[in-house]
């Protein structure tokens, strides 16, 4: 055995060692720590620290009850964890490549950065790009915002096949750079207001979807689409928790997929998505919560039948299928009222569609 698979099957050990002593802690109720006022958190936090909120108020009631009922699912399933269960576990070379094409297509050049669409302004200053790409959510990777950008680092998103599928015309397979050659891209400046509480305003780079749907000739049944990001625990750890509802899946009505706003991003601040913020492409619903905005995308389902999405099938109570942005409607552990800019000190009021009812107040009349 080479002594990097010592040093992982040791750290797996102490991982798991971690973890029995956190189930203890978990289970008793011996866990107490500070809660941060008014800022919500979709996820579980294992390690305490003086600013973190304790992991039953924390977590959507139902993952926490899951996640107790899968802690001692995993605790039967001891020795399977051990070869697998690695939070930190580095991937074996040439594992990445679950969404391979046989033949990598060429990658387009000179497309970034795409001439700015000036019909889509901001009230607020663009949030710093450091600040955007170390501050994410993607629990494919981890449920610390600040480590994915770390996490991603071997994350292969060259060649990538995205799927539409379902009630369609043209069901086929294309390679991302084909799409984007097929649609070309422009650059818009949108706000994205997070269910936790905190906001940011960066220039995505992409296509409106509505473009792509017409080229893809959906039927006339289709009344939704369902969008699924990869599924690869070799690369993303996360997948490995065995009690979420993998893979990530979201969806949308075809008149919000439609609507001009709906972009399908493969870029961000004038060069392609980085892996933190799901290159290679990802959905942008600037008037819903961010969790709508679904990353790595490798398929697009037009359907009859409103889909199952990731975060209502683990707490149906606390995140909804249309999760539009509403000062007024606190999530059931938090206020919404109010947002934290991130990268400043700023908390300032929400904005009812996150300030774009002008574009999509219309589709919610009824
Ligand atoms: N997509 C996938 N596949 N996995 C995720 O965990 N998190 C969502 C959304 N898309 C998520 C996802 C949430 S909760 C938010 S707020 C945004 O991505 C964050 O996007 P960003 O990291 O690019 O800022």
Redesign the pocket.
């Known amino acids: 055995m080479s002594i990097k698979l010592i040093a992982i099957y040791l750290g797996c050990l102490h991982t798991a060692g971690q973890l029995i002593i956190e189930a203890r802690k978990v289970l008793v109720g011996a866990v107490k720590p500070a809660k941060i006022k008014n800022e919500g958190h979709?996820v579980h936090i294992k390690k305490k620290r003086g600013f973190e909120i304790p992991e039953r108020e924390a977590t959507p009631e139902d993952l926490y009850m899951m996640t107790r009922r899968g802690f001692v699912k995993s605790m039967g399933l001891l020795s399977a964890f051990l070869i697998t269960g690695c939070d930190d576990f580095v991937p074996a070379p040439g594992s990445e490549k679950t969404n391979s094409p046989k033949k990598p297509g060429k990658k387009p050049s000179g497309l970034y950065p795409a001439r700015r669409n000036d019909r889509y302004l901001l009230d607020k200053p663009l949030t710093d790009e450091l600040v955007?790409a170390r501050?994410?959510?993607?629990?494919?990777f981890s449920t610390r915002?600040s480590r994915?950008w770390r996490l991603v680092e071997r994350f292969e998103t060259r060649p990538w096949e995205v799927e539409v599928t379902g009630l369609v015309e043209k069901p086929r397979v294309y390679d991302v750079d084909e799409i984007v050659k097929m649609m070309g891209l422009e650059e818009r400046l949108y706000r994205?207001r997070?269910?936790?509480a905190w906001s940011?305003a960066?220039p995505w780079t992409g296509f409106p979807m509505r473009d792509f749907i017409k080229k893809v000739q959906p039927l006339s049944s289709a009344r939704y689409v369902k969008m699924v990001?990869f599924l690869n625990k070799e690369v993303a750890p996360?997948q490995r928790k065995i009690w979420l509802p993998w893979?990530?899946t979201?969806g949308l009505t075809m008149a919000e997929a439609t609507n001009e706003l709906t972009l399908l991003a493969t870029g961000?601040y004038g060069h392609e998505l980085p892996g933190?913020?799901?290159a290679p492409i990802?959905?942008i619903v600037p008037w819903k919560?961010?969790?709508?905005?679904?990353?790595?995308i490798v398929s697009i389902e037009f359907t009859d039948r409103m889909p199952r999405t990731?975060?209502n099938t683990v707490a149906p109570s606390e995140y909804d299928f249309w999760a539009n942005v509403d000062p007024e409607v606190p999530h059931p552990r938090w206020s919404q009222a109010t947002e934290r800019v991130i990268g400043t000190n700023e908390r300032r009021p929400t904005i009812k569609y996150n300030g774009y009812s002008r574009f999509v107040a219309g589709l919610y009349e009824d």
């Open positions: 979709m955007a501050y994410n959510n993607f629990y494919e915002k994915i994205l997070c269910v936790e940011m960066v990001t996360g893979p990530y979201e961000i933190q913020h799901g990802r959905l919560y961010g969790f709508k905005s679904i990353k790595s990731f975060w």
